[in-house]
């Protein structure tokens, strides 16, 4: 009799079905208020039937939209562009992640009343379809990018702003006739050379760039920035404007923007940005004309603290820095082949141009009074003439007096572990004047060669205007010694752990 009427009861869920029986298909939507992980203290603001937020300690908060189906709730965070799923407890009070990596378990703190929900996506638009809106992203053209960024959806804004610097950078390249079979002039090798030199010089700009100065937007690419991030006001939206702004030397409306991310994006970094700006009467940069004395302290940047001294010079981490004028510009040639850029304003202060930097205000605070002039290096630029891949070798290349072949044999030595190998053919292209080889050298230093600092000095005795003589300088030889014995000491300690080994275990 109990079987039949659980049979009974089953049938009564499958025709009628009763809201008992749907409890257990169906999960209480969530309930609006805060929700905490407690292992993460992230939190999570449902904020009405479609809008959430999810704080962690230190970031802006990320933008969410979620949807429930059945006992699932997937939340789309629209700051980054992906989705999580969240199975809900019936009560609607718990949401635990369904992905095990980083998993977090939200459970309801403190209940509100929702707000108004906004008005329902358009249908095609992104909002309406976030799922085929954020697998398109990676891929769309910039007229679909914008239109997604102004339904809202704070990654397409990003992406469409990344799409117009791209598109800058981007240059044609005529496929020549000979590289068609069809055509009658068809010949491979001819084929080959343009394709050759292209990708040799594709090769020497990533490099190049990697360190390079940022390239500003066009004047009419940055004009609608400003609006973009005042309609918006999300910190992800915002601070990627303030960026391309103050990139383009628009630092008047980069501090608006970095305003609006921290008040109505509340981000704490454009927080800061913003307040060590906000003294500041005018951002108008102004053109450099001699190198700034004395020392310069800033609240943000990499560097807290700039001394500048004679000759330009400025202590760093285990040796100096040598700054100079360039383009009005105040310049510090960095470790990694790039510069720290640097802006005159009134007031005898300075602003960070360049990545370390953006947003800084440098300030003067004492130092020394006076400064002896700064030297003037003769440097040549390493041409690119010896493009791979070719039918020529690099060592031929380097044969035939091409220094960019010498530089490159050197690299190719030095990555065989070859370092002795690599220090002459280093040494013609820092004796030639190119700085690159001269800092290479430094390289061919700091795995044992002790010489190096006595052959700068040698060119230098010779011409005092010599690059080798600002590498020498500038070069932290100690950090570069202590590297080195700090390898060398691991490597024993390598060896003795190995030697202590029984026979059969190494």
């Not at 973009?228 to 391309?244: D, F, I, P, R, T």
């Not at 202590?482 to 030697?499: F, I, P, T």
Request: charged content about 25%; glycine content about 8%.
């Amino acid at each position: 009799m109990s079987k039949i009427l659980s049979v009974v009861r089953l049938l009564g869920c499958t025709l009628l079905a009763s809201s008992a029986c749907l409890s257990t298909a169906f999960a209480a939507p969530p309930t609006c208020g805060s929700y905490i992980d407690a292992d993460s203290g992230a939190r999570l603001e449902i904020d009405d039937g479609v809008r959430a937020r999810l704080l962690r300690e230190g970031s802006a908060p990320a933008t969410q939209h979620y949807r429930v189906t059945g006992k699932t709730l997937r939340l789309f965070d629209t700051d980054q562009g992906y989705a999580s799923d969240f199975a809900l407890s019936a009560d609607g009070r718990t949401m635990t992640e369904v992905e095990e990596s980083f998993r977090k378990t939200f459970v309801l703190a403190e209940a509100r009343s929702c707000g108004a929900a906004p008005p329902p996506a358009a249908p095609g638009s992104c909002r309406a379809d976030l799922d085929a809106c954020f697998a398109d992203i990676g891929h769309a053209s910039a007229d679909r990018l914008r239109a997604a960024c102004d339904d809202g959806v704070a990654i397409a804004c990003v992406r469409w702003i990344d799409a117009l610097r791209e598109a800058q950078d981007l240059e044609p390249f005529e496929r020549p006739a000979a590289c068609s079979e069809d055509d009658p002039s068809f010949s491979k090798d001819a084929c080959d050379r343009p394709a050759s030199a292209l990708l040799a010089r594709a090769l020497t700009e990533a490099v190049g760039s990697m360190y390079a100065d940022d390239k500003p937007l066009p004047a009419q690419a940055l004009a609608p920035l400003p609006a973009l991030c005042a309609k918006h006001g999300s910190a992800k939206v915002c601070n990627e404007v303030a960026e391309q702004l103050w990139i383009g030397g628009r630092h008047a409306d980069a501090r608006t923007a970095l305003d609006t991310a921290c008040t109505r994006g509340g981000d704490p970094e454009a927080c800061r940005h913003a307040s060590a700006l906000a003294g500041v009467a005018s951002l108008q940069p102004q053109r450099a004309e001699r190198l700034p004395c004395g020392r310069y302290v800033a609240a943000t940047g990499l560097m807290s603290e700039l001394d500048f001294g004679d000759r330009g010079l400025l202590p760093s981490l285990g040796g100096q820095l040598r700054a100079r004028i360039e383009d009005g510009q105040v310049r510090i040639r960095h470790d990694k082949g790039g510069d720290f850029v640097f802006a005159p304003i009134a007031g005898d202060a300075l602003i960070g141009i360049d990545s370390w930097n953006r947003y800084a205000v440098y300030t003067r605070d004492g130092g020394a009074a006076t400064c002896a002039a700064p030297m003037v290096y003769v440097e040549k630029p390493l041409v690119e003439d010896c493009p791979q891949p070719g039918s020529e070798s690099i060592a031929a290349c380097c044969a035939r007096g091409s220094l960019h072949g010498c530089n490159t044999l050197g690299h190719q030595r030095a990555l065989a572990g070859d370092w002795a190998g690599a220090k002459p053919e280093y040494l013609k292209v820092c004796t030639a004047g190119v700085r690159v080889g001269c800092e290479n050298l430094t390289r061919v230093f700091a795995h044992g060669d002790e010489s190096i600092p006595e052959l700068l000095d040698a060119l230098c005795a010779k011409d005092a205007t010599h690059v080798a003589c600002d590498v020498r300088d500038t070069t932290a030889w100690a950090s570069l010694a202590l590297s080195r014995a700090a390898d060398e000491l691991l490597k024993d300690l390598e060896r003795e752990a190995e030697a202590e080994l029984p026979a059969q275990a190494r």
